[in-house]
């Protein structure tokens, strides 16, 4: 099993659809989650930290269920603007706080 | 300006001929990265360094290595090049919290690497 698993898709919406996306990991020390969006190979950028209580910004809502080891992004109305790859990340706790694992990416298309 | 850069941003080359991708960054950050990336496998991490002088393996550290003399500088070295070494690299950085779990990582515009 991977460490960090994502439905690599393609998800294909109409514009304004709500479209949502999980990310299971394997590791239960995991401490620290992120969302990333990666634009056509280019370089990943911070979507949002994913907190245990659930955070939101703005169209985009985050969540964490640690009981079942997975994380979800949520967003809303979605824009053309939207269509990239959301990458998962997890960072392992318990002494291994440098390392990183990524999942292999959800692609989003969003169509007029 | 805040940034990462990496150099050469494009290259080929040929198997065994050692080669040093360059990442640095302005930002003071302590943490450095560098990952691959690969269609069907995402990012992997290679190795890490928490900060100056100390470096750690990440999943895919061999055929790699890397040194933190300074902290803005974290070279990427393939000391002898493999066509399976061909792929996407990134270099990234980010600040470590309290916690010494680290925050959100700005990444270099990465190098894309072809060894025939």
């Known amino acids: 099993r991977k460490e960090v698993e994502q439905d690599p898709g393609p998800f294909n919406v109409p514009e304004g659809a709500t479209v949502a996306f999980n990310c299971t990991y394997s590791?239960?020390?995991?401490?620290?989650f992120f969302w990333y969006r990666q634009d056509c190979r280019k370089e990943p950028k911070l979507l949002m930290s994913v907190y245990s209580s659930g955070n939101e910004d703005g169209r985009f809502t985050a969540q964490l269920n640690r009981a079942s080891q997975y994380i979800s992004l949520l967003i809303r109305d979605s824009k053309l603007s939207d269509s990239a790859t959301y990458l998962c990340?997890?960072?392992?706790?318990?002494?291994?706080?440098?390392?990183?694992?990524f999942g292999q990416g959800t692609t989003l298309q969003v169509k007029p | 300006e805040a940034q990462v850069t990496q150099n050469p941003r494009y290259l080929i080359t040929v198997t065994g001929k050692k080669l040093t991708v360059t990442c640095s960054q302005n930002m003071n950050h302590e943490y450095m990265s560098w990952y691959r990336q690969d269609p069907g496998l995402g990012l992997r991490q290679i190795y890490y360094?928490?900060?100056?002088?100390?470096?750690d393996k990440g999943d895919v550290p061999e055929g790699y290595k890397v040194s933190r003399k300074e902290k803005r500088n974290f070279p990427l070295i393939l000391e002898s090049p493999s066509p399976n070494q061909t792929s996407l690299y990134f270099c990234a950085t980010a600040t470590v919290n309290r916690v010494r779990s680290y925050n959100e990582q700005f990444f270099g515009p990465g190098t894309r690497l072809t060894v025939l």
């Open positions: 590791n239960s020390a995991s401490q620290s």
């Open positions: 990340v997890v960072n392992l706790g318990s002494g291994n706080t440098g390392k990183l694992i």
């Open positions: 360094s928490m900060n100056v002088e100390v470096t």
